[in-house]
């Protein structure tokens, strides 16, 4: 039962590494939109969604080789832990 908890906990903070910059980077950009439009009182749906698609889409192709590598790291774990497990019993 100790290494389902384990893994579990891994995969939370995975997920944090992954999920957290991304999540971060769509909160400043939709906090400048919004605020570029009260400034500007153009309420507008478009000028709200492209800029967060177009940050996403940097933030994915310079943050890309981050993320497989934390992905390649946490299923080497799992998989090195599910053959100590395999050995034990």
Same mark, same amino acid.
Do not use: H
């Given at each position: 039962?100790?290494?389902?908890? #384990?893994?579990?906990?891994? *995969?939370?903070?995975?997920?944090?590494?992954?999920? +957290?910059? %991304? #999540?971060? #980077?769509?909160? *400043?950009? =939709? #906090?400048?939109?919004?605020?570029?439009? *009260? !400034?500007?009182?153009?309420?507008?749906?478009?000028?709200? /969604? !492209?800029?967060?698609?177009? $940050? %996403?889409?940097? $933030?994915?192709?310079?943050?890309?080789? /981050?993320?497989?590598?934390?992905?390649? +790291?946490?299923? =080497? +774990?799992? /998989?090195? *832990?599910?053959?100590?497990? =395999?050995?034990? =019993?």
């Amino acid at each position: 039962m100790n290494e389902v908890a #384990l893994a579990s906990r891994e *995969a939370l903070w995975v997920a944090l590494q992954i999920g +957290g910059p %991304l #999540l971060l #980077l769509m909160l *400043a950009v =939709g #906090l400048v939109v919004a605020v570029l439009q *009260a !400034l500007t009182q153009v309420n507008e749906a478009t000028l709200a /969604f !492209l800029p967060k698609v177009a $940050a %996403l889409a940097l $933030a994915l192709l310079l943050l890309g080789p /981050f993320i497989a590598g934390v992905l390649r +790291g946490y299923a =080497g +774990g799992l /998989f090195q *832990a599910a053959i100590e497990v =395999g050995l034990k =019993g």
